[in-house]
Structure formats: C-alpha cells, structure tokens
C-alpha cells in the first residue's frame, strides 16, 4: 500500500470521524436510532457544492452546511416530541424528505467542483505544509471539535443532554424540559454530520444526492469498533475511542478493497464489520463470564 493510498485513507478518515462524532451524540448521548443523518450528511455536501460552484466563499459555505444539519435535526426532534412519531419513524421522515431537498439545493443530481476554490486549495496554500495540508486542516479541525464536544458535555448542559438519554424519567422530574434536550442533541449531531459532508465534498471534488447512502451503518460501525478497542471509562475517553474508530473503520476499508474486493462489495463489507463490532462485546463477556478469557493473560481489560 503506497503513501498516497494511506494518507488519503487517513484524510478520509478523519473527515468521517466528525461525522461519527455527530451519530455518537444521539446514538450514545441520548440513546436515539437517528436515520437522518444519511440526508443530513448530503446535505452538508450540497449546500457546500452549491455556494462554492456559485462563487461564494468556501469556508463560510462550510458554516452555512452546519446551520442547514441542525435545522434538519430540529424537524426531526419536533416530529419525536411534538407529534410524538416515533425516533426510527421520525428518522426516516426527515431522511426521505432530505433527499428532494438536496436535490432542490443542488438544482441537478450532482456538482463537480473541479478547478473551484475550495477549503482544501486555500490550506494548501500554507508554506511548508503543501503535501500535508489536508492532513493537518482535517487533524486540526476534529481536535477543536473534540475539545468543544467534551467540553460541552462537563457543563450543565451536557450534563443535562446526558442525563437524558440515560434516565428520561429521572431528569425529567427535576425539571429539565427533555423535549428541548432532544431537539438541541439532535440538531447538534446532523449540524456535525453535515459539516462532515461539506468537507468531503470539497476533498471528492464534487457532491452527488446518493453520497449520503449508508452513511448511519458506517457511524454505527465506527462508535463500535472505537468503544470496544478503547472503551468508555469516561467522556474524553470515549471521544477519543469513537474519533479512532472512524479512522480504524476507513482503514479497515482500505484494506479490503486493496486486498482486491470489488468496490460494489463495500455495503456488504460494511455490514459485516456491523455485525462484528456488535458481536463481540456480547461475545467477550461470555468468554469471561466463562473464565476463557482472562484480562491477565493478555485479553483486554
């Protein structure tokens, strides 16, 4: 595997670590099975494309994405709380409702924006740093949303949203609207995975109304690959684990399509690491439930 193959797996991989920020926020944080964010993530992409194509300046169009993810979280937290659909219902709702919209943004199924200004072209032109512009702009700007995250969660406020997805009863009798806990979570997640699909947009080179498909299995995996390899001992701990689990699930992928799988395997490949990541914590406690796997002698603690 040459170092352009792993570098380019890496960039990929810390942009969708951003967007695995955003499904850990409602998929752990709240504990709500949120679909939307398969719209919500092309739709950051096609808000991006659009501004960029029409000339508008890349990195504010990377804001307006963001804004345009919370605002589709917020319809599908009103059509949870306020009309009581359920979370998967009002998900896919939000979901299918996405998919004419980006298309309306768009104008057309897809945008090239090949010889366009882009964040990407703006970073590279930082002295020194040319060959690894993309690199550090993506490493730089998951370690300020990490830090803003985990921050966010130690205060009141996140204490609050966390206490929300843990025990809705508890928090709700002390007076806390969780209603609106909801609805803030659920914006602030799709704001994060439609600020992940302007990035990668820009990266690609174009945004398409398909790029978004399959993009909450790919979440799921990657929470779950980074929970079970680092583990959630505390907050940081398990933004940490969740960041590298998105790394480790674009490697993973890397891997396999260099191993000479067809592209048009991936949903399958993807689906398959799903079911191991599920599988084996269920599996590892047996083991040691059983006495067969002993942290002592080398298995994980």
Same mark, same amino acid.
């Given at each position: 595997?040459?170092?352009?193959? *792993?570098?380019?797996?890496?960039?990929?991989?810390?942009?969708?670590?951003?967007? &695995?920020?955003?499904?850990?926020?409602?998929?752990?944080?709240?504990?709500?099975?949120?679909?939307?964010?398969?719209?919500?993530?092309?739709?950051?992409?096609?808000?991006?494309?659009?501004?960029?194509?029409?000339?508008?300046?890349?990195?504010?169009?990377?804001?307006?994405?963001?804004?345009?993810?919370?605002?589709?979280?917020?319809? $599908?937290?009103?059509?949870? =709380?306020?009309?009581?659909?359920?979370?998967?219902?009002?998900?896919?709702? !939000?979901?299918?409702?996405?998919?004419?919209?980006?298309?309306?943004?768009?104008?057309? @199924?897809?945008?090239?924006?090949? #010889?366009?200004? $882009?964040?990407? !072209?703006?970073?590279?032109?930082? @002295?020194?740093? +040319?060959?690894?512009? !993309?690199?550090?702009?993506?490493?730089? =700007?998951?370690?300020?949303?990490?830090?803003?995250?985990?921050?966010?969660?130690? =205060?009141?406020?996140?204490?609050?949203?966390?206490? !929300?997805? %843990?025990? +809705?009863?508890?928090?709700?009798?002390?007076?806390?609207?969780? %209603?609106?806990?909801?609805?803030? #979570?659920?914006?602030?997640?799709?704001?994060?995975?439609?600020?992940?699909?302007?990035?990668?947009?820009?990266?690609?080179?174009?945004? %398409?109304?398909?790029? #978004? /498909?399959?993009?909450?299995?790919?979440?799921?995996?990657?929470?779950?690959? #980074?929970?079970?390899? /680092?583990?959630?001992?505390?907050?940081?701990?398990?933004?940490?684990?969740? *960041?590298?689990?998105?790394?480790?699930?674009?490697?993973?992928?890397?891997?396999?399509?260099?191993?000479?799988?067809? @592209? $048009? %395997?991936?949903?399958?490949?993807?689906?398959?690491?799903?079911?191991?990541?599920? &599988?084996?914590?269920?599996?590892?406690?047996?083991?040691?439930?059983?006495?067969?796997?002993? @942290?002592?002698?080398?298995?994980?603690?």
């Amino acid at each position: 595997m040459s170092w352009q193959v *792993v570098s380019g797996t890496l960039e990929l991989g810390l942009m969708y670590a951003i967007m &695995v920020v955003g499904v850990y926020l409602t998929f752990r944080v709240l504990n709500y099975a949120d679909l939307s964010v398969d719209g919500s993530f092309t739709l950051g992409a096609a808000i991006a494309a659009t501004l960029i194509f029409r000339g508008y300046n890349p990195w504010l169009s990377v804001i307006i994405a963001f804004f345009g993810g919370c605002l589709a979280g917020i319809f $599908t937290g009103v059509l949870h =709380t306020k009309f009581n659909i359920t979370p998967l219902l009002s998900g896919i709702l !939000t979901m299918t409702a996405l998919y004419s919209v980006n298309l309306r943004v768009m104008g057309q @199924p897809n945008i090239s924006l090949l #010889g366009t200004r $882009t964040i990407i !072209t703006d970073f590279a032109k930082i @002295p020194y740093v +040319e060959n690894y512009s !993309t690199l550090i702009l993506c490493l730089v =700007t998951l370690i300020i949303i990490g830090l803003i995250i985990y921050r966010f969660l130690l =205060t009141e406020f996140g204490l609050a949203l966390r206490a !929300t997805g %843990d025990n +809705e009863l508890m928090i709700k009798s002390q007076g806390v609207n969780t %209603d609106l806990m909801k609805i803030i #979570g659920l914006a602030l997640s799709n704001g994060l995975v439609a600020f992940a699909g302007s990035y990668v947009a820009q990266y690609q080179q174009f945004a %398409d109304a398909s790029m #978004g /498909i399959g993009i909450i299995i790919a979440g799921l995996a990657s929470v779950i690959i #980074g929970e079970v390899l /680092i583990g959630t001992s505390s907050v940081g701990r398990t933004i940490v684990a969740v *960041v590298c689990g998105g790394v480790i699930y674009r490697i993973i992928i890397a891997i396999v399509l260099q191993l000479g799988l067809a @592209p $048009t %395997d991936l949903k399958l490949i993807t689906a398959f690491i799903v079911i191991v990541a599920l &599988v084996t914590p269920s599996m590892k406690n047996k083991f040691l439930a059983n006495g067969l796997w002993s @942290p002592r002698k080398g298995g994980a603690p």
